[in-house]
């Protein structure tokens, strides 16, 4: 199969399970032959594991936190916000955001007593379907299921070639993983009894919780089948079918006591028809996921199993075959696609087997966020960024309470961690994330960057340049002097590490911050001149730019992690957010300082020496260190940490997990290893003129070509300035370049005759 697997195996664990998805719905399909089990999820089914609080009113005590601060005592400056949080009704010391859950499981049984032969399972990567087919007492059954996304519900249609007798059934989902610490938190002690009734040809049921009206509604219809139903005390049962299509929905609801609100009605209308279902799905999939086509010259691996290839790209000693990371980026893409709707995906995307799941699968927005959301913009999925896009949007009226509350100021702040809501109500005395303020204007640079690749001015007026102000807002209201004149950042925090010789997170000037903030300004000034806007703010601006403290080397050479001489680094950590500002490729205040530069790659290279210990842990991680060396030139370095994630990151599905195993399933670098592989193979930079407005783009093919790719071709790929791409190469250089100019743009290739 071209884009999409098949298999043989059955899944051992519910992480094996097939993905299927329409941004809203997700739909785990576990591929069992006689007992099947999907296990259905909804984007925005978080469990109320704690009311909404307000954030820590910190900002009439910000004094006190900066005298602390000041004096270096950092951890009693985290310590102070803990202590507040119980004055003012904080019942712990770290509050879990509200966990991502299943809503429930379809579980379709055959009633058979022979055992099923030749099983094999797939997924199709162009349309969403997943089948399942084996042999049953000398007769084929296949199931097929697919999450649709013009008529937002799950289709399945089952087949058979004997007659078969089916019991389905909606059901809680049976938990299968062996207790963990993830357990002890109690994510599932508001849940109460789901409420099952069968009416006709469906199944109703009402996901319900102990402490709040809000619930979630079910519903699975028999739809079609030339089999007998019967109403059973379990669900509905059929004989003697040899074919029936199936529907399910699931919604959320506010309030439970409101009876309108009915997930069957989304059946309304609907023939089924399942191929023409199928076929309208398929069109809206198939247009944004077939934009990029990706070939590099395997054709062996293209036709190998799932387990085939899974088991050849873990041969210790020698990379994974080609044709692997065409599968994982075909896979990648996919994931992501299917798990964007309203809200962008969460730690695991939009699917889970789990009601323990780890980091309460949350919206995690110091960087797993935004490495899920990598290749949306360059591969052609602008409707994926803009679920991402929307989410964030949404969350700006809870950012302004955030920023109010925590340090009195106008504009916007971004909580680390949310799902539900976005008030900041996760923090503790070592993870003191109160004192971290860069993640707003860190999605910033993707509001940016949407209008750099699409060229799309009204984008920028209505949505970019709204959200980046309400972040240079709030700047303009934090940031005090220091003895110097220059801006200094504090509280600060440095994702998730604390400096040499100090077990305090809490901190001052944090490299990281200083970078998100110089690139919001940056950014603001640029596209605002080039677009010939904000001409009486721009000065503003650019006086907050001017201030911005020196980036500070270290007595190794290295770019320091804090920007103060107070703190000493610390080389050893799984994070490399001192580094920002080379993961979107390298600004012009280190481009044109050579100290500078050399300075980011001493801190570069320190990284890399811990990470060369690791074989995959928080693989998002090695992805910003990826992108980092991708702009150093280090292509040896881009290679292979590759191929530490290929080997080490990837279930047999070729879903990706967070850690090295596979373990801990986990969407970051579903997102992030194809936006990586993209960038080894094409980069695209604005170009300005003195005064800082754009005048033209350079596109650059090639610059970190693995060489073990020495053959390939990319179509669809997006570049800055709003081109597309059509390229091929061969012995390692470009044989032919076309192409499509959608806004006009002047440009320079680099690497390549453009046709």
Not at 326 to 350: H, M, V, W
């Amino acid at each position: 199969m071209d884009k999409g697997y098949e298999s043989r195996l059955r899944a051992t664990r519910w992480e094996e399970g097939m993905l299927c998805g329409n941004g809203t719905i997700g739909a785990l399909v576990m591929g069992e032959p006689l007992h099947e089990r999907v296990i259905f999820t909804h984007e925005r089914l978080f469990a109320p594991l704690h009311k909404p609080r307000l954030p820590v009113h910190t900002a009439k005590t910000l004094g006190q936190i900066r005298a602390l601060l000041a004096e270096g005592k950092y951890q009693e400056a985290a310590d102070f916000v803990v202590q507040q949080g119980f004055d003012e009704g904080y019942k712990s010391t770290m509050y879990w955001t509200d966990p991502f859950m299943a809503a429930c499981t379809l579980a379709v049984n055959l009633e058979a007593e022979g055992e099923p032969e030749d099983y094999r399972k797939s997924l199709n990567f162009e349309n969403g379907l997943s089948t399942t087919a084996f042999m049953l007492d000398g007769g084929q059954v296949m199931r097929e299921v697919f999450v649709s996304r013009p008529d937002r519900i799950a289709v399945m249609r089952l087949r058979a070639e004997r007659p078969v007798n089916v019991l389905v059934r909606l059901h809680k989902l049976i938990e299968t993983d062996e207790p963990n610490m993830w357990w002890e938190i109690g994510y599932t002690q508001n849940h109460a009894e789901p409420v099952v009734a069968v009416k006709g040809d469906t199944i109703f049921y009402d996901g319900r919780f102990q402490t709040v009206d809000y619930g979630y509604r079910c519903a699975a219809k028999v739809a079609k089948t030339d089999g007998v139903m019967k109403q059973a005390a379990e669900g509905i049962r059929i004989t003697g079918l040899t074919e029936a299509v199936l529907y399910f929905n699931v919604v959320t609801c506010e309030n439970m006591k409101e009876p309108e609100v009915c997930a069957a009605s989304a059946f309304a209308g609907l023939e089924p028809d399942f191929d023409e279902l199928l076929s309208r799905h398929a069109e809206v999939h198939g247009t944004v996921y077939n934009r990029i086509e990706l070939d590099l010259d395997d054709p062996e691996s293209d036709e190998q199993l799932a387990e085939e290839l899974w088991a050849r790209s873990r041969n210790e000693g020698t990379p994974p075959p080609n044709g692997f990371f065409k599968r994982i980026f075909d896979a990648g893409r996919y994931e992501i696609l299917c798990s964007s709707g309203e809200t962008p995906p969460n730690l695991q995307g939009i699917w889970t087997g789990t009601d323990h799941v780890y980091w309460s699968a949350d919206y995690t927005q110091n960087g797993n966020i935004q490495t899920a959301v990598l290749a949306a913009l360059p591969g052609n999925m602008f409707e994926a960024m803009d679920s991402f896009i929307n989410f964030e949007e949404e969350l700006v009226p809870d950012n302004r309470v955030n920023a109010e509350r925590l340090y009195g100021c106008r504009g916007q702040m971004l909580a680390a961690r949310g799902g539900k809501h976005g008030l900041l109500n996760h923090f503790g005395p070592r993870w003191c994330m109160t004192f971290w303020t860069a993640g707003a204007a860190w999605n910033a640079h993707f509001f940016y960057d949407y209008y750099l690749y699409s060229g799309d001015r009204d984008f920028f007026v209505n949505h970019a340049l709204p959200y980046m102000k309400e972040c240079a807002l709030f700047y303009e209201d934090f940031l005090i002097e220091d003895e110097n004149g220059r801006w200094l950042f504090s509280p600060s925090y440095s994702p998730e590490n604390n400096p040499e010789g100090s077990e305090a997170q809490a901190c001052i000037n944090a490299t990281m911050d200083i970078a998100v903030a110089t690139e919001l300004f940056s950014n603001l000034i640029e596209g605002c001149k080039t677009l010939g806007l904000e001409a009486e703010s721009i000065p503003k601006w650019q006086r907050m730019l001017d201030k911005m403290p020196p980036y500070l080397i270290n007595e190794d050479g290295a770019l320091k992690e804090w920007a103060t001489p107070l703190l000493k680094d610390r080389y050893d950590h799984r994070h490399s957010s001192h580094l920002y500002m080379l993961y979107y490729g390298i600004p012009k205040e280190i481009r044109e300082n050579q100290a500078l530069y050399d300075a980011c790659e001493k801190a570069y290279e320190y990284r890399m020496k811990f990470k060369e210990k690791e074989k995959g842990e928080m693989a998002f991680g090695n992805i910003q260190m990826a992108f980092a060396a991708a702009h150093l030139r280090d292509s040896a370095t881009v290679w292979k940490l590759m191929c530490v994630m290929a080997q080490n990151n990837y279930f047999n599905i070729f879903a990706s997990s967070h850690d090295m195993g596979p373990s801990i399933f986990n969407a970051d670098i579903s997102g992030g290893f194809p936006a990586l592989m993209l960038e080894a193979l094409v980069e695209s930079r604005q170009v300005t003129d003195e005064s800082g407005k754009i005048v033209s783009y350079e596109i650059e093919l090639l610059p970190n070509l693995p060489k073990a790719w020495p053959k390939g071709r990319l179509k669809g790929v997006r570049a800055r300035g709003g081109f597309e791409l059509d390229f091929a190469w061969d012995d390692g250089k470009v044989t032919e370049c076309h192409v499509i100019n959608h806004c006009g743009s002047d440009y320079t290739m680099i690497g390549a005759d453009v046709k």
